[in-house]
C-alpha cells in the first residue's frame, strides 16, 4: 500500500502538469466553441450552442477550404515520403563526409517553418524574388512568374516549400529504421540471387513498415496542424487558394475577431484527425511482417 502511494506522487506532477497543459485547454476549447467569445461582446457571452458550426458549414467557400488542406496533405506527404526514402537509401552506406552532407540536409528541419516562409516567399516573390531573377538570367522566362500571386500557382508553390521542408523528417525516421535491419538477411538474399529491388519490396521494405505506418500517421497529423509555412508565404491567399482548415482557424482569430468560431475549427480539424487516426491504424494493422 506504501509503495503505491509513493508511486502515485512521485507521478502526480507529471498528471497536474499534462492535464494543465493539454486537458484543461482542450476541454476549454471545446466548451469555447459553443458559445459567442468574441472581441466585440466580452459582456454578454452566453452558451449558442451549434450555432458557429452551423455558421462554418454554411459557408459555401468551407469546401475549398476542405479541397485545399486535402491537397496540401496528399502531395506534401507523398513527395516528402518518396524523396525522403531515397536520400536514406543514399545515406545508409557510409561514404566520405557523409557527416557533413546529413547536417546541410537535415539543417533545414530545425529552423521554424514561418521562418522557412517568410524566407521562400522573399525568393518566389514576382518582382523581386531571387528565383525569378535567376530564371530570366538562365533564359528560361522573359519576365517574373507570380508564384505566390497567381491563384492557379500558390497551392503549388507552398506545397514545393513544405516537400523541401518535411524531407528531412522523412529521412531521419527512415535512416534510423535502415540501420536496424541485420545484414544477415541481404546476405541470404543475394546467396538466393535476390537483385536489388528484390531486396528492397522484399526485406527492406516490409522490415521497416512499422516506422513508415507510424511515421506516416505523425506526419499527416502534422502537416494538418501546419499552417506556418502557408502563413509566412501567403496568409491563405490570394483568394482563399492556400487557406486550408488550420490557416482558416488563425484567420478567424486575426480579421474576425471570433474566438468561439476559431474553437469551432479546431473542434473540427480534432475530430478529423481522430476519425482519420482510427481508421489508418485499422487498415494498417490487419497485416503484419514476420520474419
Known amino acids: ?30 466548451l469555447l466553441s459553443f458559445k459567442n467569445y468574441s472581441v466585440f461582446n466580452f459582456g454578454n457571452i452566453k452558451w449558442i450552442g451549434t450555432d458557429n458550426f452551423k455558421e462554418i458549414f454554411d459557408d459555401i467557400f ?11 496533405i496528399f502531395f506534401s506527404v507523398t513527395f516528402q515520403l518518396f524523396f525522403g526514402f531515397i536520400l536514406a537509401l543514399l545515406m545508409k552506406e557510409p561514404f566520405k563526409g557523409r557527416g557533413l552532407y546529413a547536417g546541410l540536409v537535415f539543417y533545414p528541419w530545425a529552423i521554424s517553418g514561418f521562418a522557412i516562409g517568410l524566407i521562400w516567399s522573399w525568393l518566389l516573390n514576382g518582382q523581386f524574388g531571387v ?40 529521412a531521419i525516421m527512415i535512416l534510423a529504421a ?9 546476405e541470404a538474399a543475394e546467396i538466393d540471387g ?32 501546419f499552417p506556418d509555412i502557408i502563413y509566412g508565404m501567403t496568409r ?13 482557424m488563425i484567420n478567424t482569430v486575426f480579421y474576425e475577431s471570433n474566438y468561439s468560431k476559431a474553437a469551432a475549427h479546431g473542434v473540427i480539424i480534432v475530430l478529423i484527425l481522430l476519425i482519420y487516426t482510427i481508421m489508418y491504424l485499422k487498415l494498417t494493422s490487419k497485416k503484419e511482417f514476420s520474419l
Open 178 to 186: 535502415l540501420q536496424s535491419i541485420p545484414n544477415s538477411l541481404y
Open 236 to 248: 491563405g491567399g490570394p483568394a482563399g487558394s492556400t487557406e486550408i482548415l488550420s490557416v482558416k
Open 62 to 72: 468551407y469546401i475549398d477550404v476542405i479541397w485545399n488542406t486535402v491537397k496540401w
Open 1 to 30: 500500500m506504501k509503495h503505491k502511494r509513493f508511486v502515485f506522487f512521485m507521478i502526480l506532477p507529471t498528471l497536474l502538469l499534462i492535464s494543465f497543459v493539454i486537458l484543461y485547454p482542450t476541454i476549454s476549447g471545446v
Open 194 to 225: 535476390a537483385g536489388y529491388f528484390t531486396k528492397l519490396f522484399k526485406i527492406t521494405i516490409p522490415y521497416i513498415k512499422p516506422t513508415l505506418i507510424n511515421t506516416i500517421l505523425l506526419r499527416i497529423i502534422w502537416v494538418m496542424n
Open 131 to 170: 528565383i525569378n531573377d535567376i530564371l530570366i538570367k538562365l533564359g528560361f522566362i522573359k519576365e517574373g512568374i507570380n508564384f505566390l500571386s497567381d491563384p492557379s500557382l500558390a497551392m503549388f508553390s507552398v506545397i514545393l516549400v513544405n516537400v523541401w521542408y518535411g524531407i528531412p523528417f522523412f
